[in-house]
């Protein structure tokens, strides 16, 4: 059986079960056509399918080249995109293969000598690869920037522009995200021929469930102890952000030393923790998982019940980024913010047009309190 007939049986079993989200239907087709593209759609929208299944199309699995490189800031969305790909690929003659840093590089090397057709990685480990000349960058076709705003910030730029020239001179760049910023934009047009630009909006979404924003007021101090309180609610699958690896640290052996029921996910744990966390954490052996923006950009767990922001976001586009973890497929959701005094007025900015609940930790329970949100947000004018 021919890849594009498996292609047609997958849809027909697959789709039957899940409506064609509107990023799919104008990414797919313009993808198909070579076009290069810089697109924008809400978390949870669909993104991963769409840039995914036209590149299932346009590599052949016969050839012994690595002609498509998937790259992501984190390990934790390079691994989710390998298990998406591997799901499709089943009884084709399509490879791919996983280039990320804290992996034995030596097996990736191995792995390399196969001619993966796909590679997916972060920048860093592909750099390097790149560097001792096992990935050939040449023969790479398609290249996918998923997270792109983060890929073509400052952080990572000139990496990421290093292994576009060196790929080959017909190649098809794709940047995607959540959140296409102007400046973003005008960096990946210097890396693009004549991209088009694809932009989804919420409005266009199918109608998913109901998310709640809301906030608790607590002092800095007290932050930790309404997180584990939290922690125990009953039901509760909660997404937990801080704004960085330090604080974070101190938060896991407070919560921990008091029995919480959380884990921890960050950039400079093992890739086998790292791992295992997660694995625990779809599994529901803990409720809580505390992560940093970079460990958890891009991740998708099904039945998350709460995103919990500990630390006030410092940008929009992270508030959006992080907040879109739950709500997804319909169900309903909550995103909770731990709101200090000296946060209020960031807080009124990142959530201005956005309805706010406030409510109160009070014995144990999470309670609806003034119903007014901060800021006034919901005043008529």
């Known amino acids: 059986m021919s890849f594009l007939e498996k292609m047609d049986d997958v849809f027909k079993s697959k789709w039957s079960f899940q409506q064609e989200m509107p990023i799919q239907t104008k990414l797919i087709p313009e993808m198909l ?29 016969d050839k012994k080249q690595t002609q498509a490189l998937i790259i992501t800031p984190s390990q934790e969305l390079s691994m989710q995109i390998v298990n998406v790909i591997r799901e499709w690929v089943q009884g084709t003659s399509i490879t791919v293969t996983q280039l990320i840093g804290g992996a034995n590089m030596q097996r990736q090397i191995e792995h ?28 790479i076709r398609h290249i996918v920037l998923d997270e792109g705003d983060q890929l073509l910030s400052r952080d990572h730029r000139v990496v990421v522009k290093n292994m576009i020239d060196a790929a080959n001179p017909d190649r098809q760049v794709i940047a995607v995200s959540a959140t296409i ?42 932050k930790t102890d309404v997180l584990r309180g939290i922690s125990h609610l009953k039901g509760l699958r909660a997404l937990a952000f801080i704004n960085n690896v330090d604080q974070l640290r101190m938060k ?28 625990s954490f779809r599994k529901g052996d803990t409720r809580v998982l505390i992560a940093t923006d970079l460990a958890a950009r891009g991740l998708d767990i099904e039945g998350l019940t709460h995103v919990i922001h500990v630390d006030v976001p410092h940008t929009i586009e992270q508030y959006l980024h992080r907040s879109g973890r739950t709500g997804r497929a319909g169900a309903d959701g909550e995103v909770l913010t731990l709101l200090s005094y000296a946060e209020e007025r ?21 309670l609806e309190g003034n119903s007014k949100t901060v800021g006034n947000n919901n005043k008529k004018k």
């Not at 056509?33 to 699995?61: C, H, M, N, W, Y």
């Not at 979404?205 to 924003?213: A, D, N, T």
């Open 33 to 61: 056509a070579g076009r290069d593209i810089v697109a924008e759609s809400p978390t949870g929208s669909g993104k991963t399918l769409a840039f995914v299944l036209p590149i299932l199309q346009l590599v052949d699995g």
């Open 112 to 139: 390399l000598k196969k001619k993966p057709t796909i590679v997916v990685g972060t920048p860093g480990r592909l750099a390097e690869l790149v560097k001792v000349k096992k990935l050939k960058m040449y023969d």
């Open 181 to 222: 910023t102007e400046e973003i934009e005008l960096v990946a047009n210097k890396f693009m021929i004549d991209p088009i630009r694809i932009q989804v909006g919420a409005e266009e979404m199918p109608k998913s469930g109901k998310v709640i924003h809301s906030f608790v007021k607590a002092d800095v101090r007290d």
């Open 252 to 279: 896991e052996m407070k919560l921990k030393y008091n029995e919480a029921p959380v884990a921890v996910l960050h950039s400079d744990m093992k890739k086998f923790e790292r791992q295992q966390t997660l694995e």
């Open 346 to 366: 960031d807080y009124r900015k990142l959530t201005k047009g956005i309805k706010t609940v406030q409510k109160v930790w009070y014995k144990g329970q999470l």
